[in-house]
C-alpha cells in the first residue's frame, strides 16, 4: 500500500473515532440532564407531598384526681380496731360506705398526721402519734395511692419515726411526699404518670410541734421556707410535669376560713408553677377556689386551691371536726395548646359517726347525703337525732366549700 493511501485511511480513522466520542459525549451529557431533571422532578415531587401532609393534634388527656383530708388515729381509734381473737388491728370497717369515692379517683392522695413507728415503740395517739400499720393497709385497699407525710405529727417518734413510716408505707404499696431518708431522696421529686399525664407531688408543713429536726437531717421534713420550696419547685419542673400538685400543712387549726399567709402562699406556689394545692392541718373544711392567673410573661393558667379538708378518720370531737369532704378533680391536657383545664371540681360530703364507747367498729364514716337521702325514703338505718346532725354538718360543709365547680 501507498504511503499516500496509508496517510487517507489514518484521517478516516481518526476523523470516525472523534466522531464516536463527540456522540458518546454528548449522549452521557443528555443522560445526565435527563436524569437530574428526573431527579429533581421526584424530589420536588416528594417535598410537596411532605408539605401536604395533615398537621396532627395530640389528643385531650382527662384524668380523675381524688383528695381526702388528715388520716389521723387517736387512741379509740386504734383500740376499737382491735380484734382480741386474732391480735391484729382491721380499720377496714370504718371506710365500707365511703370507699367506692376514694377508690374512683385515677390517682388519689391524702394526708397522713400519724407515723407507722412499729409495734415495739408502743403505739399511742395524742399528742404524739404512732399507729398500727394496718390503718395503711386499710386506706390503701381503698383506693389510696399517695400520702403527704409533712405534718406537724411526723417527728411525734422522732427521727426512728419519720424513717420507719416511709420504710412501712413502701411495703404497704403507698407512695409518700414530703419526709425523707436522705438528702437525695428529698431532691428525688415524687412523679406519677396518670393516663398519659405526668404529676410531680410536693409537700410542706409549717413545723413539727416545736420538736427539733436533728442538725444535718434537715432533710428529714420538708419546712414551709420561700427558698426551699422554689428550689423543689425548679426540681420538680425538671422533670416536665404536666401537672403540679403541692401539699400544704398549714393555717390555724379548727378555724373554717384561711388567713392571709396561707393565701399569700398560695399566691407564690402558683405564680412560680404550682398548679394545685391541697391543704390541711385545720381539722375543719376550708375553702376552696379555682382561678385564672397570669404569669410574669403574660400567659394565662387555670389553678385550684382548697384550703383545708378536714379529718377524714380520726377520734377528735370539736366542732366540725367529724366532717370532711372527698374532693372530685377532673383536670384535662389541652392537646393543641398543652394548657391545663380544670374542667370539674364536685366533693362528696363525708361525716365520721361515733358509735359510742363499747360499740365493734366504733367510728364509721357516712356517705352524708346517701344516708339522708335514704332516712327520708324510709329505708334509712340511722336516728332521727343523726339525721338532724347530718343536715347540719352538711348546711356547714356546703356553705364553707362552696357550690361544685362545673
Known sequence: MSKKRRRINYFKLVTTSTILIAIIVLAVMGIKKITTKISNNTENSRTSERNEQPVVIPEDKTINL?????????????????????????????????????????????????????KEVGYSGYPTFNTPEELGVAIKNIGVDIVSTANNHCMDKGSKGVINTLDNLDKIGISHTGTSRSKEEQDTILIKEVKGMKIAFLSFTYGTNGINIPSGKEYLVNLINKDFMLEQIELAKKQNPDIICASMHWGIEYAQKQNKEQEQLADLLFKNGVDIIIGNHAHVIEPMEKRTITLDDGTQKEVFVVYALGNFISAQNKEHTKSTAILDMNITKKGETGKLSIDSVDYTPVYCYDRGSGTKNRYVLLDVRQEMQDFEAGKGNISQSLYNTLKKELANTEKVLGEPIK
Open 66 to 118: 381524688v383528695a381526702i383530708g388528715d388520716i389521723m388515729c387517736h387512741n379509740t381509734n386504734y383500740q376499737t380496731a382491735y380484734d382480741a381473737n386474732t391480735k391484729t388491728y382491721d380499720f377496714s370497717p370504718a371506710f365500707v360506705n365511703v370507699a367506692k369515692h376514694v377508690e374512683k379517683g385515677d390517682i388519689t392522695i391524702g394526708n397522713l398526721e400519724t407515723t407507722f413507728t412499729g
